[in-house]
């Protein structure tokens, strides 16, 4: 059974900047795009950016020009460079991995902005 897991988040001041990070725990089928969304108490879970295979990203409104994915080559690994942070962007950040066949969430990393 793959597990996907998201590290790095925590407390971090406004105008600061997180970099968190999301693993599968083994290889397996092609993951064809990697993504990170979030969720804040009492909202829906939104977009916050994916990458593809081929290198491709899309950002939610919200933090373009803020937030970078990037991913390794293998496709295992996803990074989520966050800066000039707000406390708007709280939330739990979850990464999901996809393949054509099936998409794999992780459990989730809390990322909480001070004011």
């Known amino acids: 059974q793959v597990q996907v897991v998201e590290y790095g988040g925590g407390l971090v001041e406004a105008g600061g900047s997180l970099r968190i990070s999301c693993t599968a725990s083994s290889r397996f089928d092609n993951m064809n795009v990697l993504g990170w969304y979030r969720q804040a108490p009492g909202k829906q879970r939104e977009l916050v950016a994916t990458?593809?295979?081929?290198?491709?990203?899309n950002y939610g409104d919200a933090v373009k020009g803020r937030f970078t994915i990037s991913r390794t080559s293998a496709m295992l690994t996803t990074y989520l460079q966050m800066r000039d942070l707000k406390p708007d962007d709280t939330g739990v950040y979850y990464c999901?991995?996809?393949?054509?066949?099936?998409?794999?969430w992780g459990q989730g990393t809390q990322v909480t902005v001070s004011s």
């Open positions: 999901k991995m996809s393949s054509q066949a099936q998409d794999y």
């Open positions: 990458i593809t295979r081929g290198g491709s990203t």
